[in-house]
């Protein structure tokens, strides 16, 4: 703008300005001529001097010339004030107009277009920016005002790349490439935008590789990897990524992780499925924030748990539990998609609660009627756009249809009422009326089935009545007679098992009248001593009837008072061979006592005892012989005969019982050869010929009392025992197998022993 000022001060206007200033020295010599000053007048002469006159007074002369001097001086200042002044003038009035920027066009002069770039790009724009490169970054060296141009190309370029480089630190890596790349060829940092530009790419691939990688480890929940994706991202040469995408990352990883951890323990809560635990679970991943990626996963948890709590808030409204319900009800939180559905359950809970259930027991047809009524009106506030219109409106009209039947069930209610039998079969006719698709149809056949039952309980009450009147005298002509009328009450009537807990009552009363004199004439006779009379007449008291048990018990006592008298005997003639050391023979003799009679243990007490005392004795006496020798032809084997258990009925002595004094004889099938013998437990019988010889293991002496066990009863001969020959004999403290109940009278005798052997010196036979 000075050069251009200063060039217009050459214009032909300018000029002229400049030579009038020059003219202006000339001016005083000029006025000089009429009017000389003293000091400017020129010194003639010596030889052009005219002389002066004598007469011409001196002084005169003096003053005319301070006249003109002062004037002189005066005007030349002013004519120089006047001449800078009109020069001024002049050359405002001769500036050209400022350049309009906003008109320019490509047809302007260079100079216009350069200032106007100039001040466009003063404003650090892009636009502006390149807009001004684009005009002078093809001018040539020749162009005047090309030094100009290649200072303001080198700034402007120097502009772009500052821009550009905070456009990167920003992160928009395009916009920066995209300003980067504006920078002109033959400016100076054309070089270094084109490395930057590469630099910028390689550490955003890089980057962006890097960021990537560690939000997938943090979607799996690696966190230590994803730190260590993180700590890679600050080696970059790249501020966007080394510090500003690296701090958010650290910042991500601690969020996700503090999220992650909060959803499992809201997970480990909600297994539980209490209302309680529900609530503390949606608590905790309600703090989940939004932008985390456990956030997708707990939102659809918090539906998943918000309808649970509503399916246990619809379990307790089932259960007629109205503040559980709406309690539960009230945790969904206002997050949850469900909290619209949850209000209106809270609603339909509070109009359902009025209405019975339908399934419940006896209820009020008017109270319920009420309760429909309010029902209706408090479902009818949930408008077309709640979550539940529909159920509210299902829900309003099946209330409506229980309505219907209300009224109905009301009427029929207030027949019954009367307690009549008709007025009963008027309220079942009137109920009957409630088909079986109406809500109120099994509400209406509780009522049917109460009606009915109260009817025939009407019905029925007199034979119950005459029944307990005619059983009042007690005797069995009237227990009968009232037997028969309480029969009359039908099975499947209500009034069936009071009339047949009479009957059965008055049966035991008629049983008892009939066989207590039986009871007591067997008593009698067994007082007298005739025991079999006595059995013989309690078993005409049959099985089930009243008095059957006490019949029995005495039974048992009068058999068992029979056994000792006949079995005694036998003992004490046992007892009396085993003191004179005939052990064999007591044994035999007391083994004749069976199964299941009075002395049946005390017998086999003395059995065990005697067997012990005589193994002990043969042990000592006797040399070792193999366990495998025997003499199956002398062992001895019972015949089998069939037990009859006690608690059977007893068969008196003439005909089943056989008393001691007739011989059993066995039956000769009965008898086991040689080749199968029987070998008691206690050792097989060895006949005084030889020596007996005792087993391979050494008997252990009857240090060791014998005591047979009671739990192990002895098995009669029918179901014959037939040990193994091979297996070896074993002590008496082991249990010991009888013989069978009722052995021969006189066992086979044994053989004679040969004239050179002499008995044993104990005496046993």
């Known amino acids: 703008m000075a050069n251009r000022q200063f060039d217009q001060s050459r214009t032909p206007t300018a000029r002229k300005f400049l030579m009038r200033r020059r003219r202006q020295p000339i001016v005083g010599p000029t006025r000089a001529n009429s009017d000389p000053p003293t000091a400017a007048m020129p010194q003639p002469s010596s030889d052009t001097m005219t002389p002066v006159q004598t007469d011409t007074p001196k002084p005169h002369s003096q003053p005319r010339r301070r006249d003109w001097g002062w004037p002189l001086i005066w005007l030349s200042v002013l004519l120089i004030f006047g001449g800078t002044a009109a020069g001024a003038f002049f050359w405002l009035i001769t500036m050209p107009p400022p350049i309009n920027c906003e008109s320019i066009s490509p047809l302007s002069p260079d100079m216009e277009r350069l200032q106007c770039a100039q001040q466009a790009a003063a404003s650090r724009k892009v636009d502006q920016l390149v807009k001004g490169l684009a005009l002078v970054k093809d001018w040539p060296a020749e162009h005047p005002l090309y030094g100009q141009a290649t ?141 985390s990626y456990a956030y997708t996963l707990a939102k659809a948890d918090i539906v998943k748990w918000s309808r649970k709590l509503l399916d246990l808030a619809a379990k307790r409204l089932q259960e007629r539990d109205l503040d559980g319900a709406i309690s539960i009800a009230k945790r969904v939180p206002q997050e949850s998609s469900l909290y619209a559905e949850a209000q209106d359950f809270v609603l339909l809970s509070r109009a359902e609660i009025l209405v019975p259930n339908t399934k419940s027991g006896p209820q009020q ?86 009606w009915r039952k109260q009817l025939e309980q009407s019905q029925d009450r007199p034979y119950v009545v005459l029944a307990q009147q005619l059983a009042e005298s007690g005797t069995i002509n009237a227990l009968k007679a009232a037997i028969t009328k309480a029969r009359q009450v039908t099975q499947g009537r209500p009034l069936r098992i009071e009339a047949q807990t009479l009957i059965a009552s008055w049966n035991k009363q008629i049983q008892t009248l009939e066989d207590q004199p039986i009871l007591d004439q067997a008593q009698t006779v067994a007082k007298q001593g005739n025991l079999g009379n006595a059995i013989r007449i309690a078993e005409k008291i049959g099985q089930g009837r009243a008095l059957y048990k006490q019949a029995r018990t005495s039974i048992d006592e009068w058999v068992g008072q029979i056994q000792i008298a006949e079995d005694r005997p036998k003992l004490n ?107 008691p437990p206690a050792e097989p019988y060895v006949p005084p010929a030889e020596p007996y010889v005792p087993p391979a293991e050494p008997y252990v002496p009857p240090v060791e009392s014998y005591s047979p066990p009671p739990e192990e009863p002895y098995y009669p001969p029918a179901e014959s025992y037939n040990p193994p020959p091979e297996e070896p004999y074993y002590p008496p403290a082991e249990s010991y197998n009888p013989p069978p109940a009722e052995p021969p009278a006189a066992a086979p005798p044994p053989a004679a022993p040969p004239a050179a052997e002499p008995l044993p010196m104990d005496g046993i036979e």
């Open 365 to 450: 047809p008017a109270a319920t009627i009420v309760a429909v009524l309010e029902a209706q009106a408090a479902a009818r506030k949930l408008g077309p756009e709640r979550p539940l219109y529909k159920q509210a409106q299902a829900k309003i009209t099946d209330w409506q249809a229980q309505l219907k039947d209300l009224v109905q069930l009301q009427m029929a209610s207030s027949l019954a009422s009367v307690g009549q039998g008709l007025t009963y079969q008027l309220a079942i006719d009137q109920a009957q009326m409630v088909k079986q698709e109406r809500p109120r149809r099994i509400y209406a056949q509780t009522l049917i089935a109460q």
């Open 151 to 291: 200072q303001m190309r080198d700034e402007w370029s120097q502009s772009l790349l500052e821009i550009a480089q905070n456009k990167m630190d920003g992160g928009d890596l395009k916009s920066a490439i995209a300003i980067a790349g504006n920078v002109p060829k033959n400016s100076p940092v054309y070089a270094d935008a084109q490395m930057l530009m590469a630099l910028w790419q390689k550490d955003w691939d890089k980057g962006k590789i890097l960021y990537n990688k560690a939000i997938e480890a943090i979607k799996t929940q690696q966190w230590q990897q994803a730190t260590a994706y993180a700590q890679q991202m600050v080696r970059l040469r790249n501020d966007y990524w080394g510090q500003q995408r690296y701090g958010e990352l650290l910042k991500q990883i601690v969020a996700e992780r503090q999220a992650w951890g909060q959803l499992k323990e809201a997970r480990d809560l909600a297994t539980y499925e209490t209302p309680d635990d529900l609530e503390k679970a949606l608590s905790l991943v309600r703090k989940i924030g939004s932008n």
């Open 573 to 679: 003639e046992a007892t009396k061979l085993a003191a004179q050391g005939r052990l064999t023979e007591a044994i035999q003799v007391a083994s004749q006592i069976g199964y299941g009679r009075a002395l049946y243990y005390e017998a086999q007490d003395g059995i065990g005892r005697w067997a012990a005392e005589r193994d002990a004795i043969r042990a000592a006496q006797q040399p070792a012989v193999t366990a495998q020798e025997s003499y199956p032809a002398e062992s001895y084997s019972p015949p089998a005969q069939e037990y009859y258990p006690p608690a059977e009925a007893y068969n008196p002595p003439a005909q089943n019982y056989a008393p001691p004094a007739e011989p059993y004889n066995p039956p000769a099938e009965a008898y086991v050869p040689p080749a199968e013998p029987y070998v």
